[in-house]
């Protein structure tokens, strides 16, 4: 596990800055979301460092974007994306961290919080889409960040979606992962998985990628398996049709993570909404720029909403006849 941080003195006193920026702050909906408007209206400058472009992540984003405008702060918007790409989240990290102007930056994806975290001291730092914020260095403790940098986990119920695979596909014994070995996110939720796994008598097998370009390879290697469990991982994601693509051939039915892929052809996940996610994020940013709140003592939040959420047309193409039971309770439907 990574050593705890202690960063809380170099940020001495953010609350009260970031309450200085927005002492007055507007509730016109001029501009609010897009940046656009009167710049000398009070107007706020949020970075955001995106990881990668997918569903979950650009749902987090758009959500953390709507809480902020609900609030009626008029911010103007820095929009990054690493595409996927550590060393882009460093590189951009250390752009913001040296931009005098910037009040707040939106962290999105555990590589991005990370490298946020390790070069931004001296304005408040938001995460959102992180599995486990510990364990990735970013704060002391869920309960007492101890810095300039908390935010929102998206640690979703692997257990549960695990159970989930063996009510659609009762005859699995193996279960092939496919993640990032470069994304600790990704490493907690296989962990977890391995736990789970042996509770369901259920064996995992591991391939990890480095870039959403070895997910086919990855996928294909895990000849023999009678299923597929893709978690939350950012390059995995960004790259599913691929790995989709291997289990169709294959009739291997997919359990997700959260909703991005089963929109993309898997069969089904137990999982968060992204959006809600990130506008809970962006409930805390108001939270900070309005009322001065110190990051230092905001706790980490997580989402108490899942959803059960199917693709009738992928398990068909999978070979897969998902059970009534399964059916009748989906709270969403993907058509």
Request: with cysteine; aromatic share 4%; glycine share 8%.
């Amino acid at each position: 596990m990574s050593q705890p941080r202690s960063r809380g003195l170099a940020v001495l006193g953010l609350g009260a800055t970031a309450l200085l920026a927005l002492t007055a702050c507007s509730s016109s909906d001029d501009g609010a979301s897009d940046g656009a408007g009167d710049p000398g209206d009070d107007q706020v400058k949020i970075g955001v460092l995106q990881f990668v472009q997918h569903d979950a992540l650009d749902a987090a984003t758009e959500g953390f974007k709507e809480a902020v405008d609900v609030a009626g702060i008029n911010a103007e918007y820095d929009d990054q994306n690493a595409q996927g790409e550590v060393a882009n989240t460093n590189t951009i990290a250390s752009t913001f961290a040296s931009d005098g102007d910037l009040d707040l930056v939106l962290a999105n994806a555990t590589p991005s919080a990370q490298a946020a975290a390790q070069q931004i001291i001296d304005i408040p730092v938001l995460f959102t889409s992180v599995t486990d914020a510990v364990e990735a260095g970013l704060v002391d403790s869920n309960e007492a960040p101890g810095s300039n940098v908390t935010g929102t986990s998206d640690l979703n119920p692997v257990a549960e979606q695990l159970e989930l695979l063996t009510e659609i596909a009762p005859d699995a014994k193996t279960v092939g992962v496919v993640y990032s070995s470069g994304e600790v996110n990704s490493e907690v939720q296989v962990e977890l998985a391995k736990d789970a796994a042996s509770e369901l008598g259920l064996t995992i097998e591991e391939a990890t990628v480095s870039n959403s370009a070895e997910v086919q390879q990855a996928a294909q290697s895990l000849d023999g398996v009678d299923a597929f469990y893709v978690p939350t991982d950012n390059t995995v994601v960004s790259g599913i049709a691929a790995l989709i693509q291997v289990a169709e051939q294959n009739q291997i039915p997919v359990i997700s993570g959260d909703s991005g892929p089963v929109e993309g052809g898997a069969i089904a996940t137990l999982g968060i909404d992204y959006y809600k996610l990130g506008y809970q994020t962006g409930e805390m940013a108001a939270s900070i720029l309005q009322n001065g709140e110190d990051p230092a003592e905001m706790p980490v939040e997580t989402s108490n909403d899942v959803e059960l959420i199917i693709n009738p047309a992928a398990a068909e193409r999978m070979g897969v006849e998902l059970p009534a039971s399964v059916v009748d309770r989906a709270d969403q439907v993907i058509e």
